[in-house]
């Protein structure tokens, strides 16, 4: 099972799949695939995955749990997971994606997909919307 909200996956029994009751089956997907744009891990290796060290994943948590988030999207891959800026506008503006780099938990990039869509054809809208992200 892939639970979209948090992004993990877990093996279950078949019998604790439930099958989703008619009357939601129309509405439309409830959670996005969302990365931080223009950064990666410090130790990422070609072809070894995306692996984010423990140090970071507790400063990720740190700076975005329980919080209300502003998300500006950079761009949108052709499999539709979006790329982001992420902001905690409470009190001092915090870039969280900068914070990661700068704390050396985090490498930036001089780009966010290889091979981005048109956002505002796509999303049809503003490209430059922000969106608040609950923590």
């Given amino acids: 099972v892939f639970f979209v909200d948090y992004g993990n996956s877990e093996w279950t029994s078949a019998n604790h799949v439930k099958r989703m009751l008619p009357h939601f089956l129309h509405l439309p997907f409830q959670a ?13 290796v070609v072809g070894n995955g995306t692996k984010w060290s423990p140090d970071a994943v507790s400063t990720f948590k740190s700076l975005t749990e ?5 998300a500006h999207i950079l761009s949108k891959a052709w499999n539709q997971t979006i790329y982001v800026d992420l ?3 409470e009190g001092e503006e915090i870039h969280i994606n ?13 780009h966010t997909v290889s ?3 048109n956002i505002e054809a796509s999303f049809k809208f503003n ?9």
């Fill in 32 to 44: 996005l695939e969302c990365f931080l744009g223009n950064v990666e891990p410090i130790d990422n």
């Fill in 66 to 70: 329980d919080k209300v988030l502003i």
């Fill in 115 to 117: 091979n981005p869509w």
């Fill in 127 to 135: 490209p430059h919307m922000t969106f608040g992200l609950p923590g």
């Fill in 98 to 110: 900068k914070v990661l780099i700068e704390r050396g938990l985090a490498k930036e990039t001089d």
């Fill in 87 to 89: 902001f905690d506008t």
